[in-house]
């Protein structure tokens, strides 16, 4: 029975690498392999970039009053992971599709890149609301 | 992040290395930025070698077609060679090998972009 480590972070940019360590830590401990650790950072990073562009309500500058929380559980076959932050409802999956890059280059899309990813490395993606929570579940398997 | 350059020919090889993501983007942008003004017929292709790259999230991504769609409305060329597996498994994941043209390897994105350059390059290396 793996014991989850949950942690809370503002969502500010000078938080991301405390949330990057804290992944880092809870995978060593766990002995998962580098490149899966890598794929748990990148979704990661997407979720926590999304809670802190579009999730919170725009503020002069980063507001410290913007929480986020991740809760992991890694074993040798995987972790189990739970994002969540206090942001207005908002499901960021729902009609979510990757860009399109077959047009003329003039028309693709800069951004909208990173929660579609988030889609495609995830297994069992789920939002929820929950209370004032935003509430994202997902498990990413070992490599290999 | 810093870029390390070496001309060949009409070829810039741009070394970029660590990770490109939410931190790091900016300052990746900024310093791509004065090399993508020459970036244009008569001027330079840019070859990005990510052969030290080991992580790139989608601000990464956001700054390299930025980075292209200048090139394009000069005329010019730019692409990525060397990518990492897990990075180049990002890059197919996300789609993104459609955006924006990657090669194996450094020498063949000079043979291919800047084949003038080509022999310079062989000799040097």
């Known amino acids: 029975m793996v014991t989850p480590r949950t942690r809370r972070f503002d969502a500010r940019l000078d938080a991301l690498n405390k949330l990057q360590e804290f992944v880092e830590d809870c995978c060593a401990d766990a002995g998962i392999d580098p490149r899966t650790i890598s794929v748990l950072m990148l979704i990661c990073e997407e979720l926590f970039e999304n809670s802190r562009r579009h999730g919170y309500p725009a503020t002069p500058g980063d507001s410290p009053e913007q929480p986020v929380w991740l809760t992991l559980a890694a074993t040798s076959k995987g972790i189990d992971a739970i994002y969540e932050d206090a942001a207005p409802a908002y499901d960021p999956f729902a009609n979510i599709s990757l860009p399109d890059y077959s047009g003329p280059a003039e028309t693709w899309p800069v951004g909208g890149l990173g929660i579609p990813l988030v889609t495609r490395l995830t297994r069992g993606l789920r939002y929820v609301r929950t209370g004032t929570r935003n509430r994202i579940t997902f498990s990413v398997p070992v490599d290999g | ?125």
């Open chain 2, 1 to 125: 992040m810093q870029l390390t350059e070496e001309r060949i020919g009409n070829a810039l090889l741009l070394k970029a290395s660590g990770r490109l993501d939410s931190n790091t983007a900016a300052t990746f942008k900024t310093a791509l930025q004065p090399y993508l003004e020459q970036c244009k017929p008569g001027g330079h292709v840019i070859v990005l070698d990510f052969a030290t790259i080991d992580y790139i999230s989608s601000m990464g991504f956001q700054v390299l077609l930025v980075a292209q769609n200048r090139a394009k409305t000069q005329y010019g060329s730019i692409a990525i060679a060397a990518l990492q597996p897990g990075v180049r498994a990002v890059f197919e994941i996300a789609n993104f090998s459609k955006a924006i043209r990657c090669f194996d390897s450094v020498r063949d994105a000079i043979a291919e972009l800047a084949p003038a350059a080509f022999a310079s390059y062989i000799k040097g290396a």
